[in-house]
C-alpha cells in the first residue's frame, strides 16, 4: 500500500490559502484519518519548522491539540534514514550544477528537505510537496529534482487528494 509523507509546505501553504482552518476543517480532519488509517505522515524535522510559528496560529495549535505524536516519524533516531540522509547529502555534493550556497543550504541539519527525502528512501513513502522541479537550478536544490536522482517519487497534494479521499475529503482507502 503507498504511504505518503508530507513536506512542511503542505501544511503552510493549505494554511494560509486553500484550506485555512476558518473555511475548510476538512481537509485537517482528512490529513488526521488518513494517519489513522496508516496512509500519511510527516517527520519531526517537519514538525519542528512547523512549530516555529506564533503560539496562537491555528496550525500549531492543531499540531499540538488534535493530530497524533505518531504522524511525525523520528527521522533522527533512525539508522536507514541517516543512511540515506548521507547518501543524498553525498549526491548533491557531487552534483556541479548547484552553487556551494545551494549545497550548504540544502545540508543544514536543521531543515528539513534532505531529512525528508532520506526518510522517504528508508520506509518506501512517496513524499509529497508543493515544490515544482526545477532542473536546471544552480542556487537552489528543489526537493523533486534531488528526490529523482534518488529514486523517490514525488507528487504534489492535489495528486494524492485524487488518489485517496472522496470529493468532500472523506478519507477513500486505495486498493492494495
Not at 518506501?124 to 515544490?131: G, K, R
Amino acid at each position: 500500500m503507498k504511504k505518503y509523507l508530507l513536506d512542511s509546505n503542505i501544511f503552510i501553504q493549505a494554511k494560509n490559502f486553500h484550506y485555512n482552518f476558518g473555511y475548510c476543517s476538512a481537509f485537517w480532519d482528512w490529513i488526521t484519518a488518513a494517519h489513522l488509517a496508516d496512509l500519511v505522515f510527516s517527520t519531526q524535522k517537519v514538525r519542528t519548522e512547523l512549530l516555529n510559528g506564533k503560539a496562537d496560529d491555528p496550525l500549531v495549535k492543531w499540531i499540538n491539540q488534535d493530530l497524533p505524536e505518531s504522524f511525525f516519524v523520528d527521522d533522527l533516531k533512525d539508522k536507514n534514514v541517516m543512511i540515506n540522509y548521507a547518501n543524498i547529502i553525498r549526491t548533491a555534493n557531487s552534483n556541479n550544477q548547484y552553487t556551494t550556497q545551494a549545497k550548504s543550504e540544502f545540508a543544514q541539519h536543521d531543515k528539513a528537505d534532505a531529512f525528508l527525502i532520506a526518510t522517504a528512501k528508508a520506509h518506501n513513502y512517496i513524499l509529497v510537496t508543493q515544490e515544482r522541479s526545477q532542473p536546471g537550478a544552480r542556487k537552489r536544490i528543489m526537493i523533486p529534482d534531488m528526490a529523482q536522482q534518488c529514486g523517490v517519487q514525488t507528487k504534489q497534494v492535489w495528486n494524492v487528494l485524487e488518489e485517496i479521499s472522496t470529493g468532500t475529503f472523506h478519507l477513500k482507502m486505495p486498493s492494495p
